[in-house]
């Protein structure tokens, strides 16, 4: 009989790593989902060619591919990362492009009259879309934000692949430990899931919050 | 580090060894998904709650974990219940398995969205349950789900590279071990960037395709 509160340790501590890479990678991923977004819809060209090409080249990469880049050949090149800094680095470049697409998708779903309206009020171009184009805009980006986080939460088990102890990293040290494949494997499946169902719980009450007094304004 | 044109064509027989597994191992897993995600979909259209209920829970639980854990657990667990698979095939599984729940989401839609006037007429000509899905729904909600079908497809593919963990060797696995043998990361991990970057490119075009052929439904 195999005694498990030893293992439970390792594992939660695995999780901490992932709940970790996860939080600083959508934090990443969220600041680059503005920049490359807002940057497709730019006045400028070059602007406009900068924010497509990162979005092109990170969605048509793998996120795999971009990891063991990042990992093996930047610090050929001269840059040393850590392995966290490593994950922190792809996650966070590789789901910013995917959810890029969902901030300017969202900020063209606006209709036409808000702009008018912030024409007529004589706002600036910025001053238009912080005050009355984005937080409009954000409520519609919120649930598939939800789904990018929770790509990037599945994503973050490739980490373990580059040595980070995430919980998939854990999961094998266990099993190398017992001998016991099916204890851990089902176990960090199970944390997966509910990490993944506390996302989508906290994207939708976050949603119910932001949208309240909204009403009638949407269409 | 200096890149090295010699070297380069000195492993490129190596790498095309790797892109023909990751491309059978996409086609299959592609194939095992599409077939999957119809099986999934009707299930949870089941009339019996428990059926629709389990089948349900069980894609969630799927599409909420990562696939790299999901070819863990079948190419780990399965053998200790005496279901020993060979990597790729494990691979195919598990590709299948995973986009077979997203591919279930996208039937579903493509059922939900055939007019009601078309089952009751499939009724009113006296069809039976068998006949009005071969003859009357699945041909007219098949063609419009294609683009997003193929868009996963896409998203398939560039996970392959994960494959690399249970030792199919596919193009990165390849790629890590040239790199391995030389201590020489620059040129292998840039041309398997390069190498999906280039079919990701071919895809998009390939997509905007399929959306003007079988996106628009005629009606």
Excluded at chain 1, 69 to 74: D, E, G, H, K, T
Excluded at chain 2, 32 to 60: C, D, K, M, W, Y
Excluded at chain 2, 103 to 132: M, S
Aim: net charge positive; proline share 4%; hydrophobic share 55%.
């Amino acid at each position: 009989m195999i005694d498990w509160s030893g293992y439970l340790d390792l594992i939660l501590q695995g999780a901490l790593v992932t709940i970790k890479l996860t939080l600083m990678g959508s934090v990443l991923a969220l600041i680059m989902a503005f920049l490359a977004g807002l940057g497709r819809l730019s006045r400028f060209f070059a602007v406009r060619a900068l924010a497509t090409a990162y979005i092109e080249f990170f969605r048509g990469t793998s996120i795999f591919v971009q990891l063991f880049w990042a990992y093996f050949v930047l610090p050929m090149l001269g840059f040393e990362l850590t392995p966290l800094q490593a994950g922190v680095l792809a996650l966070g470049l590789n789901v910013g492009a995917y959810a890029a697409e969902v901030v300017r998708g969202a900020v063209q779903s606006i209709g036409k009259e808000q702009y008018e309206a912030c024409t007529a009020l004589n706002l600036g171009r910025w001053q238009g879309m912080r005050h009355v184009i984005l937080p409009q805009a954000f409520l519609v980006m919120l649930p598939t934000f939800g789904n990018n986080a929770i790509e990037l939460l599945k994503a973050t088990s490739v980490v373990s692949l580059i040595s980070l102890a995430d919980l998939t990293f854990q999961a094998q040290v266990v099993r190398a430990q017992t001998g016991n494949t099916l204890v851990p494997f089902a176990a960090i499946l199970i944390i997966y899931f509910v990490l993944a169902m506390l996302i989508s719980w906290g994207t939708r009450s976050l949603e119910r919050r932001l949208s309240r007094g909204l009403d009638g304004v949407r269409v | 580090m200096e890149w090295d044109w010699a070297f380069v064509r000195e492993i490129m027989p190596t790498l095309l060894e790797g892109v023909k597994i990751t491309i059978l191992a996409t086609i299959l897993g592609s194939a095992l998904a599409a077939a999957l995600g119809l099986a999934i979909a009707l299930l949870r259209r089941s009339e019996n709650r428990i059926v629709s209920r389990t089948v349900g829970f069980l894609a969630e639980f799927i599409r909420g974990t990562p696939l790299l854990v999901q070819l863990y657990f079948i190419f780990y667990v399965l053998p200790d219940f005496g279901l020993l698979l060979p990597p790729l095939t494990a691979g195919v599984i598990g590709l299948g398995l995973h986009y077979g729940t997203y591919a279930a989401e996208v039937y579903r839609a493509g059922i939900d969205n055939v007019p009601r006037g078309q089952w009751e007429a499939a009724k009113a000509c006296n069809l039976n349950a068998r006949q009005t899905w071969m003859h009357v729904i699945l041909p007219q909600a098949i063609p419009p789900m294609i683009p997003a079908l193929a868009n996963y497809f896409i998203a398939m593919f560039k996970e392959t590279p994960l494959l690399s963990a249970i030792t199919v060797l596919e193009l990165m696995n390849q790629a890590k071990s040239v790199a391995n043998t030389y201590y020489r990361y620059v040129e292998p991990m840039t041309l398997v960037g390069v190498f999906f970057l280039i079919i990701s490119l071919f895809s998009v075009v390939l997509l905007r395709w399929l959306e003007r052929r079988y996106g628009k439904v005629e009606r």
